[in-house]
């Protein structure tokens, strides 16, 4: 029975008649129960629009966090206990899990839930080397021509010395395995760069020190790329970029992201399409061609160099904070897209966006990316919510009664939308204006370039 007009606006305000996408809700059902795993602002950005959606009956969120406690049930479940997520499944009947953080789908969280028979939304531990292993991307980069830095992989100082002195500085080093973002140091001489080698070899870095990766120091614009890929078919989403350094101005160390915003007019249309064929398609192709596809979100980190778009790296996963305002501007049901990733028919759908730009301020805890205090209270909650077109996302927060505290790093993301860059970055610090907080701090320049780039277009 072909979908009838009411079950397409139910599914997506935006379908059109002969849209057909519901042929694969197949062997779903219309009222799931969903669990997210993770418990950041990514999270926070995914349950809320998860949430939105109609095909959606219970949702849960194991751990989650203060914020996240609003919208969904939080379950005290470790993301790398899989027993106990398997054991919650069955219990709750869990129709789909949708798997945030790199950690658990690099350990095999979806290997195992597809072994019990439970559907997910992230790819297999095999799939997710492309984050796992920057040795792994390398080599397939290698083999199959997509551009990137040229590299040299080494598991001996020796061997990395001899080629760091070969190459020169400015160079990249990096540990080969997960490191929290804190395996990659940018070193600007000769020096640095072989203090870099001893100190990953030292062993700080664990197992995924045993390895290193050195490359070409690349010049350029960075832009965060996002596909969502069911194994042979891959769809670009919006456009992103986030603000990587720590303070005002682009300096200071390396965080996880300190803001981002949405669309990145850096990424151009044409852009965008020869991002597909250069790097992503032929990336699904190769995976696909290994045995082992990619399904889930693939997440570029691209230099935009004066030859063209280069991979910096790839992430297996959503990226955090662009998730924040990439769910901010879908206009789609998500569920739908999700499911499709799982089942193989992403090329039966579409995503619809709208208009309005996001952007959103990380608002983090005194001393991050370094050391910091916890338990610190937030207030102005409420004030800043409900502002018109703000969401508050929260990441490192926990509920002590009526009261919020901080508990991470990175605690909040303020996140507003606007006709423009320029007046999404407007709201997004009114709302900041609001919060009460005096442990933690934000940048005040998130999307100093795209604001830029808008006067320069007017
Ligand atoms: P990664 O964890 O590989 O994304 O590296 C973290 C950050 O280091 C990137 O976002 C870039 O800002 C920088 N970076 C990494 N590799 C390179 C490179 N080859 N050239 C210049 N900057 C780089
Ligand atoms: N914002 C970059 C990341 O999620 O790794």
């Known amino acids: 029975m072909p979908p009838s007009p009411r079950m397409l606006q139910v599914?997506?305000?935006?379908?059109?008649?002969?849209?057909?996408?519901?042929?694969?809700?197949?062997?779903?059902?219309?009222?799931?129960?969903?669990?997210?795993?993770?418990?950041?602002?990514?999270?926070h950005a995914l349950c809320w629009k998860i949430a939105e959606s109609p095909l959606v009956s219970k949702l849960f969120c194991a751990p989650g966090n203060?914020?996240?406690?609003?919208?969904a049930e939080c379950v005290a479940l470790a993301p790398l206990d899989f027993d106990a997520?398997?054991?919650?499944?069955?219990?709750?009947?869990?129709?789909?899990?949708?798997?945030?953080?790199?950690?658990?789908?690099?350990?095999?969280?979806?290997?195992?839930?597809?072994?019990?028979?439970?559907?997910?939304?992230?790819?297999?531990?095999?799939?997710?080397q492309l984050e796992g292993s920057k040795g792994y991307t390398k080599d397939l980069c290698a083999e199959f021509n997509i551009p990137t830095a040229a590299y040299g992989r080494f598991a001996d100082a020796a061997a990395a010395k001899a080629f760091i002195a070969k190459k020169g500085?400015?160079?990249?080093?990096?540990?080969?395995?997960?490191?929290?973002?804190?395996?990659?140091?940018?070193?600007?001489n000769m020096n640095e760069a072989l203090a870099a080698i001893d100190e990953i070899f030292s062993g700080r870095f664990g197992k995924a020190g045993a390895e290193v990766v050195v490359e070409e120091f690349l010049e350029g614009e960075e832009a965060s790329f996002f596909a969502l890929c069911d194994g042979t078919t891959a769809m670009?989403?919006?456009?992103?970029?986030?603000?990587?350094?720590?303070?005002?101005?682009?300096?200071?160390?390396?965080?996880?992201?300190?803001?981002?915003?949405?669309?990145?007019?850096?990424?151009?249309?044409?852009?965008?399409?020869?991002?597909?064929?250069?790097?992503?398609?032929?990336?699904?192709?190769?995976?696909?061609?290994?045995?082992?596809?990619?399904?889930?979100?693939l997440f570029a980190g691209l230099m935009l160099t004066k030859s063209g778009p280069?991979?910096?790296?790839?992430?297996?996963?959503?990226?955090?904070?662009?998730?924040?305002?990439?769910?901010?501007?879908?206009?789609?049901?998500?569920?739908?897209?999700?499911?499709?990733?799982?089942?193989?028919?992403?090329?039966?759908?579409?995503?619809?966006?709208?208009?309005?730009a996001a952007l959103t301020v990380v608002m983090a805890a005194n001393g991050y990316p370094g050391t910091y205090e916890k338990d610190t209270e937030i207030g102005g909650l409420a004030a800043a919510g409900a502002l018109d077109g703000v969401q508050v996302f929260h990441a490192g927060t926990r509920l002590d009664g009526a009261r919020m505290l901080a508990v991470g790093g990175r605690v909040l993301n303020i996140t507003a939308t606007g006709a423009s860059v320029a007046a999404a970055q407007a709201k997004a610090y009114e709302a900041v204006a609001e919060i009460d907080w005096p442990e933690g701090f934000c940048r005040s320049d998130i999307g100093w370039r795209a604001v830029a780039r808008e006067k320069q277009s007017i």
Request: proline share 6%; net charge negative; charged share 20%.
């Open 85 to 128: 997520i398997v054991g919650f499944c069955r219990e709750k009947r869990i129709d789909f899990v949708m798997v945030g953080p790199e950690d658990p789908l690099v350990a095999g969280l979806v290997d195992r839930l597809d072994a019990e028979g439970i559907k997910s939304f992230g790819p297999s531990a095999a799939a997710a």
């Open 66 to 71: 203060g914020g996240i406690a609003s919208i």
């Open 169 to 188: 500085a400015p160079i990249v080093v990096k540990a080969d395995g997960l490191a929290a973002g804190k395996g990659v140091i940018i070193a600007m």
């Open 310 to 356: 280069q991979l910096i790296e790839y992430n297996a996963r959503f990226g955090d904070p662009e998730t924040q305002v990439l769910m901010t501007r879908l206009a789609s049901d998500i569920m739908p897209a999700l499911i499709a990733a799982h089942d193989g028919t992403l090329d039966k759908q579409t995503l619809y966006w709208k208009d309005d």
């Open 236 to 297: 670009p989403l919006a456009t992103a970029q986030d603000h990587k350094r720590v303070f005002d101005h682009d300096l200071g160390p390396n965080t996880g992201g300190m803001g981002a915003y949405s669309p990145a007019a850096v990424l151009t249309p044409a852009l965008v399409d020869r991002v597909m064929r250069e790097i992503i398609n032929p990336t699904m192709a190769a995976m696909k061609s290994r045995g082992t596809p990619f399904k889930g979100v």
């Open 11 to 43: 599914f997506d305000a935006h379908a059109k008649a002969g849209d057909e996408f519901c042929i694969f809700l197949k062997g779903y059902s219309i009222a799931m129960n969903v669990l997210v795993i993770g418990s950041g602002g990514r999270e």
